[in-house]
């Protein structure tokens, strides 16, 4: 059964550093997601991407985060300069249509960011 | 603007017993609404969903939701639970007819099922 595939599972940092999440969406899909999910709070929105353009962002995408596409098959998160509060799982996701669509959005197993 | 109260964050049952999780929601126009499901160390899968169909929808591993407008709720429910129902549970609202492509999540119950 095609899968969203994350990499790294686990990633340590030092603040102020620059991480990079990696992301597979399934083959056929045409919206990709990223969520944030802090410890014990709930699963966050940060943007969605869609015709190799971010389609929608949430006031925590601001300038440190960016996202990318950059071949056929992967979406990544950057986040510039990591700060403490940047610690969460990470959530990638796609859908074959957009979520506002009735689209059903598949899930990789998260990032674990942790910034020190 | 949509968004998504789940009501208790920790939920114990006996193995056999019935599932109730609770939902509401608020959406300034007619809502999709989810429950999707974390099983530890995974990522989220799709439960059920309602999209304006029916409104007692069915999903997967037995449970299924009731979307009531007056009350603006979608409860899950499992008549009978069983041990590997234990994970957290979330339910998502986003706005139908597009115009937004997120999901806007609950803080998720945690369901234990105790033998």
């Known amino acids: 059964e095609p899968e969203v595939t994350q990499t790294p599972s686990h990633q340590v940092t030092q603040m102020g550093q620059e991480v990079i999440l990696r992301c597979v969406p399934i083959?056929?899909?045409?919206?990709f997601y990223w969520y944030r999910q802090i410890l014990g709070q709930k699963v966050e929105f940060l943007v969605s991407?869609?015709?190799?353009?971010?389609?929608?962002k949430s006031e925590i995408f601001d300038d440190q985060f960016s996202v990318e596409r950059p071949d056929g098959s992967n979406f990544t998160l950057k986040i510039r300069s990591t700060k403490l509060e940047d610690s969460a799982m990470y959530f990638c996701?796609?859908?074959?249509?957009?979520?506002?669509?009735?689209?059903?959005?598949?899930f990789g197993e998260g990032s674990r960011l942790t910034v020190l | 603007a949509q968004s998504v109260t789940q009501l208790g964050s920790h939920v114990s049952v006996s193995e056999g017993a019935l599932v109730l999780l609770r939902c509401n929601y608020s959406?300034?126009?007619?809502?999709?609404l989810f429950w999707y499901v974390q099983y530890p160390n995974q990522g989220l899968q799709l439960l059920l969903k309602?999209?304006?169909?029916?409104?007692l929808v069915k999903g997967i591993n037995g449970f299924e939701a009731e979307f009531k407008k007056s009350e603006t709720s979608f409860h899950l429910t499992k008549p009978s639970a069983h041990m590997s129902d234990a994970a957290e549970y979330f339910c998502?609202?986003?706005?139908?007819?597009?115009?937004?492509?997120?999901?806007?999540f609950g803080k998720g119950t945690k369901l234990t099922v105790n033998p």
């Open positions: 996701a796609s859908s074959e249509v957009g979520a506002g669509v009735t689209g059903e959005l598949f």
């Open positions: 083959s056929n899909h045409l919206y």
């Open positions: 991407f869609y015709n190799n353009e971010i389609s929608e």
């Open positions: 959406s300034s126009v007619p809502p999709y």
């Open positions: 309602y999209t304006s169909a029916a409104t």
């Open positions: 998502a609202v986003s706005g139908s007819g597009g115009g937004s492509e997120k999901l806007v």
